[in-house]
């Protein structure tokens, strides 16, 4: 069974702070998407990485896949009050399709003005 | 282009009863996922459909049906409700395998 884990499950942190969470498995993943989800509205995708190694930036935001394909960080550069919500990461297993995924726990992260 | 709706927003139920959700997929999609979604976890597969047909199943019992119609609108049917099944329910749509589209969720709460 193909598992994924956060970490850290929570992080509140001051507005201009930098920060760094992390999605870790044992399994290889052939793609891993990253998403946001603000209460009360459902995940949007931010990004998909597919190649190990692979760094993409998207504004303040910093996104790098594991050379093995197994784990994925995310960077964020002076945080803000909008980039507070639910941080999650899902793991595709099929190199055909990115619909198919698993999903992590998360990261709940809070933005303090 | 419309994205993902999905009704009713909130529903309470009480145990032992049946509910269906709904979805309509964001325009030119032909493939809905299902996922349910607990308090503080991430969302859990359910099932997914392509083209009116179930095209993989997570681990859930059979209680958790659903169908897809010809405009590639979905349900999901839930029978002999149990308190455990209190959770967001999401819907998700996407076109020939590539990366999925959200709706907001019904909110259904068993009492």
């Known amino acids: 069974t193909q598992l994924l884990e956060q970490s850290p499950q929570f992080l509140s942190i001051q507005e201009g702070e930098n920060l760094t969470v992390y999605c870790n498995s044992s399994?290889?993943?052939?793609?891993l998407q990253w998403y946001r989800q603000e209460p009360g509205e459902g995940p949007v995708l931010l990004v998909t990485?597919?190649?190990?190694?692979e760094v993409k930036k998207l504004k303040r935001l910093t996104f790098q896949f594991g050379d093995a394909r197994k784990d994925s960080s995310l960077h964020i550069t002076a945080a803000q009050p909008g980039d507070t919500g639910l941080y999650l990461c899902?793991?595709?297993?099929?190199?055909?399709?990115?619909?198919?995924?698993?999903f992590g726990p998360g990261t709940s992260l809070s933005v303090i003005p | 282009e419309t994205g993902v709706t999905q009704s009713p927003t909130h529903l309470i139920k009480t145990r032992g009863q049946q509910v269906t959700l709904r979805c309509s997929s964001q325009s030119g999609h032909n493939t809905v996922s299902w996922y349910q979604q607990a308090l503080g976890q991430g969302p859990q597969f359910i099932f997914q459909y392509y083209r009116e047909e179930e095209n993989g199943r997570g681990n859930f019992p059979p209680r958790f049906s659903g169908l897809q119609f010809p405009n590639y609108s979905s349900e999901l049917n839930v029978n002999a409700l149990e308190l455990d099944d209190s959770a967001l329910y999401l819907c998700?749509?996407?076109?020939?395998?590539?990366?999925?589209?959200f709706g907001d969720g019904t909110r259904l709460s068993i009492l």
């Open positions: 998700a749509s996407s076109l020939d395998r590539q990366p999925q589209h």
């Open positions: 990485v597919v190649t190990g190694g």
């Open positions: 899902a793991g595709a297993s099929s190199e055909t399709s990115y619909d198919k995924v698993i």
């Open positions: 399994s290889v993943f052939s793609s």
